[in-house]
Antibody, heavy 119, light 110 residues
Framework: QVQLIQSGPEVRQPGSSVRLSCKVS????????VFWVRQAPGHGPEIMGG????????NFAPTFPDRVSITADESTFTFYMELTDLKIEDTAIYYC?????????????WGPGTLVTVS | QSVLTQPPSASGAPGQRVIISCSGS????????VNWYQQLPGTAPKLLIS???QRPSGVPDRFSGSRSGTSASLVISGLQSDDEADYYCASWAVTLGGPLFGGGTKLTVL
């Protein structure tokens, strides 16, 4: 059974950075297709980027040029997403999620989300 | 333009049928299948319909989906009070390197 366990809420000031974690289980780590998706209050989900360890560098949505990075630690089965130069409008719930099968397959599994407040 | 358009709200009485629409461009909905998500208050989205009309295990057959051209629809039959939620369509967008989500439709059960 696929599980995604996310780190706790964060409060940051504008201009700072935040690093969120997502510990996964239930699927082979090297081929685990992870996406980071955020949802601002009252808005729909927004894709930030995706990463498959065995495929190399992460892909990022053009909405976040040079502000997002996604890394992985296979020894702890954990993915990380760092967002830099935070702005007030980055206040949102950040989800890590897993595609059903391949990279372009539907997102089928979601973590509970991490609230990031920029104030 | 990379946008999936949904009506902001929909409503129906218990037992009724509700249809939620999703429209997009030829490069997105016209070229890729649509997925639907249900989001209950305070929870993460849940995959409701995949690949236009496939129900994941555990999703009741009251939920069905279809796609034609650049439009898609989610049909909820036999509306129940616990169907009250936000519903999002999503489709792969090459320009994003990931799924594009619609703005969502808030369903109210009267």
């Amino acid at each position: 059974q696929v599980q995604l366990i996310q780190s706790g809420p964060e409060v940051r000031q504008p201009g700072s950075s935040v690093r969120l974690s997502c510990k996964v289980s239930g699927s082979t780590f090297k081929t685990f297709t992870v996406f980071w998706v955020r949802q601002a209050p009252g808005h729909g989900p927004e894709i930030m980027g995706g990463f498959v360890p065995v495929m190399g560098p992460a892909n990022f949505a053009p909405t976040f040029p040079d502000r997002v990075s996604i890394t992985a630690d296979e020894s702890t089965f954990t993915f990380y997403m760092e967002l830099t130069d935070l702005k007030i409008e980055d206040t949102a719930i950040y989800y890590c999620a897993k595609a059903a099968v391949g990279y372009s397959s539907p997102i089928a599994f979601w973590g509970p989300g991490t609230l990031v407040t920029v104030s | 333009q990379s946008v999936l358009t949904q009506p902001p709200s929909a409503s129906g009485a218990p037992g009724q049928r509700v249809i939620i629409s999703c429209s997009g461009s030829s490069s997105i909905l016209g070229s890729n299948s649509v997925n639907w998500y249900q989001q209950l208050p305070g929870t993460a989205p849940k995959l409701l319909i995949s690949n236009d009309n496939q129900r994941p295990s555990g999703v009741p057959d009251r939920f069905s989906g279809s796609r034609s051209g650049t439009s898609a629809s989610l049909v909820i039959s036999g509306l129940q009070s616990d169907d009250e939620a936000d519903y999002y369509c999503a489709s792969w967008a090459v320009t994003l390197g990931g799924p594009l989500f619609g703005g969502g439709t808030k369903l109210t059960v009267l």
